[in-house]
């Protein structure tokens, strides 16, 4: 489990390097509402409202999401500061993270 873990991580913080992520509640917000995202990350350690309004501002707007990691490892990944949210928008990165996210449920 801990090797695919790695693996996620690596492939988030490529994103990041890729411009192909955005991070932070207010920027994974306007992405999301703007149609560009193709996979929504919340962290598990994020507060239940966080959660809330998340999942349902991803429902309306038909986005997948799925809640993993804790926002100190998803900060850590991307080279942030701490992060409940992280916002995909491009297909194949989203595609390979929900592979790797599905092989550890």
């Known amino acids: 489990m801990p090797q695919e873990n790695n693996k996620f991580l690596s492939l988030l913080g490529l994103c990041q390097r890729a411009g192909k992520l955005v991070s932070g ?12 995202v193709k996979l929504l990350i919340i962290s598990e350690d994020a507060s239940d409202n966080t959660k809330k309004k998340f999942s349902n501002t ?4 038909n986005v997948e999401f799925i809640c993993t990691e804790n926002k100190e490892s998803i900060g850590r990944a991307i080279g942030k500061d701490l992060r409940s949210t992280a916002a995909i928008v491009d297909e194949g990165f989203a595609r390979q993270l929900k592979k ?3 092989k550890r449920v």
């Open 100 to 102: 790797l996210y599905e």
């Open 25 to 36: 509640e207010l920027p994974c917000e306007k992405a999301i509402k703007s149609g560009k």
């Open 58 to 61: 991803a429902l309306q707007n």
